[in-house]
């Protein structure tokens, strides 16, 4: 499904992805895990499109398609879904409004109708309960005034809506409390499937207690030096991400 | 010989600098501007002495008065001797013959707004016949309002069937000397709307321009006189949302409202004038002067504005609270982009017991645009208790165009309350990415951020208004990102 070869990313000049190569199939949940700094984020922001990210080399197929070379809003429309680390605040725009809008964009990139008011209503209805979402925040503006667990849970619950086939959730657990977390993962658990990748890009090993990953990654300094099955995140949860990163050195 | 020959031909000059004894054209007035043209537009308009007095006392005082330079806008010195003063409404002859004469650009923005044809028509000025739905619906409005004992004609023609109640209110709120361009315009407006709520009167429709067409033409001088006598109710639409073809230069209105005992005044404005092109030339310079008078006790006047036309916006619809119990409010949202620059905002001027206002001004600046907030907010010795809460917001788009907030407080009474607050922000790159990474364009994504910034001034819009705005919201700043 997502094929990443070689990458190299540049933020205002600095390299940040020295060569990264990654392979996600269908149905799979990846985690990537690293320090800080390691250049996590910018895989994630990358992959969806962002600004100021520059491909110095390397490419990403998604689905047979060069991904790197289509727009972020059509990126999303075939179906690649960012959890943000920092959802933002939309002062002034419904929460609910943004979803329909996003949702019908979707829907017109592939040639198929609007959704009405009352089909959209229903599915909103039905994707609440799976990330427990408070009715009120619906009609709340994006984002705004909610607390760190609620814009994260909205995240979720905006990939519940999109049904997505790639998500990437960029550090979804930070900041939230245990129950928070439990919540988050059960919602995305809920959405693993056949036709779904899903990768999860953490700094701790607490949420993949959750989350259980196929495979997990480490990221360190732009490469990722060492993959394995979910032991190896257990492992650096351990022995933190030193060794790793002498291991890659010695190699 | 030569002497003779140069007195005709003095005389010969004379008569035709004056124009108007040889019909040399008998709907357009040479340019230039002294007291014959004043009187000459007095008598073409079958006016009463005491209202010619009245044009020339404010002509006379606008000839000692400066134009104003404190505002922060820039633009070219206007010419006044170069304009023409009297041009009858524009006839059928002036327009273009057909819509395939009006320049395509307006009417791809007709389109974008969804406006039927036949008021494109009538927007872009080609000669409608008078076979269309509107007129029909204009009639049956004009016996409704009749039936209430709503006035609602040009401001012609109250002057010569209400004469006693224009004479009472005429200058009442904005008086002759107030400013330059209100002096100017008292001196040589043309036409404009005159609206009369008679007691205990709920206007039982939203008044529009719409529906008297000939004002649209009445060119560069409008004036408006709307009074709301005790108890009565009016919701008056100023405007259209589609760019108007118009060649004037300078626009300087008169609008005044007056609202007695348990008045409600709400009057709304969507202001679209040609804004000029993407390199600034051209354009509308908006100079107008509104203010609502809350003459009575428990009396109420609104003001709601979106302003995105004219290369130059100098307005302050303002709200003098002289009544006890008054309220006056102020929703605007001003759009500059390209070269547009304005300079807006209200002022609050409590002079009655426990009076009360609210400002809500946001401002949109995009390309080079110049956008200010300008506004005051007196307290005056007597009036106890008085309340004000003022938010200005700016947004701006791009790192080209300028924000600018001016309050002024002037407080006299210590029980007043007031309140303010002002943020300016960026449009966020991190909004515009959030909204695509949901699949939603970066064109959808700003309307829909912008449209949540004014949500709180279209919210006080009329229905259907409030959706023309937005619309003309996104055509106004089309293109502006990216």
Known sequence: ?251 | MATQEQDVEKLVKKEYEHGFITEIDAETLPPGLNEEVIRHISVMKGEPEWLTEWRLEAYRLWLDMAEPDWAHIHHDPIDYQAISYYSAPRSKKDGPKSLDEVDPKLLETYEKLGIPLHEQKMLAGVAVDAVFDSVSVATTFKEKLAEAGVIFCSFSEAVHNHPELVRKYLGSVVPQGDNYFAALNSAVFTDGSFCFIPKGTRCPMELSTYFRINASNTGQFERTLIIAEEGSYVSYLEGCTAPQRDENQLHAAVVELIALDDAHIKYSTVQNWYPGDEEGRGGIYNFVTKRGDCRGRNSKICWTQIETGSAVTWKYPSCVLRGENSVGEFYSVAVTNNYQQADTGTKMIHLGKNTRSTIISKGISAGYAQNAYRGLVRVGRKAYNARNYTQCDSLLMGDRCGAHTFPYVENRNASAVLEHEATTSRIGEDQLFYCRQRGISEEDAVNMIVNGFCKQVFNELPMEFAVEAQKLLSVTLEGAVG
């Open chain 1, 1 to 251: 499904m997502l094929s990443i070869k070689d990458l190299h990313v540049a933020v205002e000049g600095k390299e940040i992805l020295k060569g990264l190569d990654l392979e996600v199939g269908a149905g799979e949940v990846h985690a990537i895990m690293g320090p800080n700094g390691s250049g996590k984020s910018t895989l994630a922001n990358v992959l969806a499109g962002r600004d100021g990210y520059e491909v110095t080399a390397g490419g990403v197929t998604y689905q047979d398609k060069d991904l790197l070379a289509l727009a972020p809003e059509a990126r999303a429309c075939e179906g690649i879904f960012l959890a943000f680390q920092y959802p933002v605040e939309i002062p002034g725009v419904n929460n609910i409004y943004l979803l329909k809008a996003a949702i019908n964009a979707k829907r017109k990139y592939h040639g198929e109708p609007e959704l009405d008011a009352m089909e959209f209503l229903k599915l909103v209805k039905e994707k609440t309960k799976l990330v427990s979402m408070k009715e009120d925040l619906l009609n709340r503006s994006v984002n705004e005034g909610f607390s760190g667990g609620e814009k994260k849970r909205n995240e979720i619950f905006q990939m519940a809506i999109l049904e997505p086939k790639l998500a990437i959730l960029d550090e979804t657990d930070s900041g939230l409390d245990i129950d928070a977390l439990k919540v988050v993962a059960d919602g995305v658990n809920s959405l693993r499937a056949a036709d779904r990748a899903i990768i999860v890009v953490t700094h701790y090993q607490r949420l993949l207690n959750y989350i259980v990953p196929d495979r997990v990654h480490v990221l360190t300094d732009g490469r990722i030096v060492k993959s394995g099955d979910r032991d190896l995140a257990l492992q650096l949860e351990e022995r933190g991400y030193d060794w790793v990163r002498k291991e890659a050195a010695a190699a």
